[in-house]
């Protein structure tokens, strides 16, 4: 049996659609394959999302089953079932391992700068001459995931596929209303449970010196009342760690505002983007993206030397 899955701290729409999507091509041409994931998924995936006819496999992993792993890289978050040598496909979007996989699985590796790995299934129907075929709960499922990361095209890892892709998906579901729809579910959803939403959406990583390893991350459209009530952010970001800081993005005004628990932390993304803070936030225009963040924390010259 084919097994797709996503990271085992985190799945997010990009993950979830794109896993479904993806089994559900393969379903088409004939093969079988299950979408398994201990992970819960986070506010990205609404509720009426996660309540659609398709959704997670329960299956018990076999030792004869090969692995295709979606929206991830990084090994650190490899659901625990996953044997690296069963590995037959690897898409992501992720910086940092692209050598490695390239090396391990050669054309099977696609680590490509996207938007959302949701483009990149799209395309595959697309290659496959199946995308009329696409299931319209399949394709709004998708729509969710690139509208989610690219921050509604204006994060810089769009890219003219995520907005082709996009188009395409909105004409074959004839819902031209879909992304109204979409940011409302999801902003309600933050507003009535701020502190799970944060807790979904973390990542403990260890990036470089010049990040803290807990990573929080927020995406809203409009952040009015998540600024009144940044003390439930702070509290909730403490209980991980004593260093820490969360990108919390209003889309609505193309914005990030980092908030960091720290002098330290708010000192070295001064440093990184060359600006000023307030009260320990650092505030970015455009948004920028967690994994943009991180790219740009790898770039930094006393990283290069450190690590030389
Ligand atoms: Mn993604």
Redesign the pocket.
């Known amino acids: 049996m084919i097994v797709l899955t996503s990271g085992k701290k985190y799945l ?1 729409i ?2 979830y659609a794109s896993c479904l999507a993806y089994r559900e091509l393969l379903k088409m041409q004939g093969i079988d394959s299950k979408f398994v994931s201990t992970a819960i998924p986070n506010y990205s995936v609404t509720e009426s999302l996660l309540n659609l006819p398709f959704g997670l496999d329960k299956y018990e992993i076999s030792p004869t089953d090969k692995f295709i792993i979606i ?1 991830l890289s990084n090994k650190a978050f490899f659901e625990n079932f996953v044997r690296e040598d069963d590995i037959v496909e690897l898409i992501d ?1 992720h910086p940092g391992f692209e050598g490695y996989w390239a090396d391990k699985l050669k054309e099977n590796s696609h680590i490509e700068q996207v938007g ?2 949701a483009t990149i299934i799209a395309e595959k129907y697309e290659q496959c001459n199946l995308l009329n075929n696409m299931n319209k709960n399949i394709a709004e499922l998708l729509m969710a995931a690139i509208l989610d ?1 690219t921050l509604n095209f204006t994060a810089k890892a769009t890219k003219q596929r995520d907005i082709e892709a996009y188009k395409k998906l909105e004409i074959l579901t004839n819902n031209f209303d879909f992304k109204s729809t979409y940011f409302g579910e999801v902003q309600n959803f933050i507003e009535k449970d701020l502190v799970t939403a944060i807790v979904n959406d973390m990542k403990l990583e260890e990036t470089c010196e010049y990040l803290p390893k807990t990573l929080g991350q927020l995406t809203i459209y409009d952040i009015t009342t998540i600024l009144e009530k940044l003390e439930i952010v702070k509290d909730t970001m403490n209980k991980y760690d004593e260093h820490w800081l969360i990108n919390i993005i209003s889309l609505k005004e193309n914005k990030s505002y980092i908030a960091c628990s720290d002098e330290t932390v708010t000192d070295n993304l001064e440093k990184m983007f060359n600006t000023a803070s307030i009260n320990n936030i650092v505030a970015l225009q455009p948004s920028i993206l967690r994994k943009e963040i991180i790219k740009t924390a790898l770039g930094m010259p006393m990283y290069e030397i450190r690590h030389k």
């Open positions: 997010d990009d993950g929206d979007h959302a790995i990361n």
